[in-house]
Nanobody, 124 residues
């Protein structure tokens, strides 16, 4: 069992930055690929980024490539999402998730554990 708790969301102006954190419980954090997803009101949950267990493989959605950076610290059981140059269309609830699937995947169906989400609002 893995419990995930996101933090770092908030309200920011267009062009601003936020850093999301996701703290995981348990001793098996390093055995999971970690992903970030987001869901805007009335829309489906969309993939944002994934990082492999060791951090050696990273993949981003085209919509955030070049603006967002995913990273992880296995010693701290934490995954991060640095978000720069934020746009109003980035407004959503952001979720971190853990996946045991190999290779690392962008499909939410392959994620085993989810956090409760943190709201990110970008004002224009």
């Amino acid at each position: 069992q893995v419990q995930l708790v996101e933090s770092g969301g908030g309200l920011v102006q267009t062009g601003g930055s936020l850093r999301l954190s996701c703290a995981a419980s348990g001793r098996t954090f390093s055995t999971y690929a970690m992903g970030w997803f987001r869901q805007a009101p009335g829309k489906e949950r969309d993939f944002v980024a994934v990082i492999s267990r060791s951090g050696g493989y990273i993949y981003y959605a085209d919509s955030v490539k070049g603006r967002f950076t995913i990273s992880r610290d296995n010693a701290k059981n934490t995954v991060y999402l640095q978000m720069n140059s934020l746009k109003p269309e980035d407004t959503a609830v952001y979720y971190c998730a853990a996946s045991a699937a190999l290779p690392p995947t962008d499909s939410f169906k392959n994620y085993d554990y989810w956090g409760q989400g943190t709201q990110v609002t970008v004002s224009s």
